[in-house]
């Protein structure tokens, strides 16, 4: 992140500055969250990406047009929060690396649950090996969440009709009736 970096509002009066003051990360992350999610705002995505603050980055990466560069800067991103949204983009699913998503599902909950329930959508990853990947981890939530996608293999919900949770079974056994 750029130490440098300062968000300002300017006001011009018949083109010229009258009015510059910097914003506080708080108006800066209300504006990211509310600029038009567009490959034409995608420089302005790759500038927030690099704010200090992790409610910006976490309002960038809710962001389905940001660039690639900015994609990887984020994926590598300290805050969970920013993480959490990220994996639930257009971008991240379409661009990140079969091995970034590994990592990501075995590092947070949240972050495997939310890949489990779409585990399909991930581009560059193997979806037969995500889903192994995804029912060696212990926390059944993970098992509901793979339950309850409709792009589950039948073979993979059978699995889970023998799971010890009930919750999980139940679940794989109502998707095998639809």
Partial sequence: MSSNLQFKLIIEEDGKQVYSKPLSYEIVANITSSYDDSSDNSDYFALA???????????VAYKDKMSEDTLNQLINDSSVSVLRNLVRTEAFKEHAAEDVIEKLVKFDLEIAQNIAGDFDSYQQANATKLCATLMGLSDPSISYALAGNYNTPKKLLKELLGHPDPYVSSEAKRRLED
């Fill in 49 to 59: 990406a690099k704010h200090h603050a992790s409610t910006v980055r976490e309002n």
